[in-house]
């Protein structure tokens, strides 16, 4: 209450304060229900979009249901929308944790892997394969960095990296 909002200047109440609250728990009881039943439906995956970009862009509460809907749209073979929020789960992870971070390179490597898979076709897929390699070199200089060149993550992410190199050169 009283706080105010660095990136917009605004400033909370307690009726503000007591609303978000009030859309958390109700995030975080759906987030639990999705996640303890593995069932979601459209109408849920509808639901939490609506209530993620709603009130919680950045929120670690929003980067766990981001990764459910990344797995519900992994199911129904939606790539497009589980590339989305897995670039939602990279976007807020690079912001709330500016340092480096294992979560991150994961998130990254995941990002990379959904994009890897739709670059075998359309005209835009050199497009996709330099995200890809780009999301891929973010990760593998994280994990270098927190845990050394002969870390098991590391070496898996360089030879992904090494086999996307050789199917298509970097331009």
């Not at 394969?129 to 780009?134: K, P, S």
Request: charged share 25%.
């Amino acid at each position: 209450v009283g706080a105010t909002c660095l990136g917009c200047a605004s400033t909370m109440d307690f009726e503000d304060g007591q609303h978000l609250e009030d859309l958390e728990i109700s995030l975080l009881e759906h987030a639990r229900a999705w996640n303890d039943s593995q069932v979601m439906s459209y109408e849920d995956a509808t639901l939490a979009e609506d209530m993620l970009s709603a009130s919680f862009t950045q929120h670690a509460l929003a980067s766990d249901v981001q990764a459910l809907l990344a797995q519900f749209y992994e199911s129904r073979s939606d790539w497009n929308s589980q590339a989305r929020h897995l670039q939602g789960r990279c976007n807020f992870q690079a912001a709330a944790y500016p340092g480096l971070s294992g979560a991150h390179a994961t998130s990254l490597v995941e990002l990379a892997d959904v994009l890897s898979r739709r670059a075998q076709d359309g005209p835009s897929r050199e497009e996709k394969n330099c995200a890809c390699r780009l999301h891929y070199e973010q990760a593998l200089n994280i994990l270098i960095t927190l845990y050394g060149s002969d870390d098991w993550e590391a070496c898996r992410v360089r030879a992904k990296l090494d086999e996307l190199n050789r199917a298509s050169p970097a331009v």
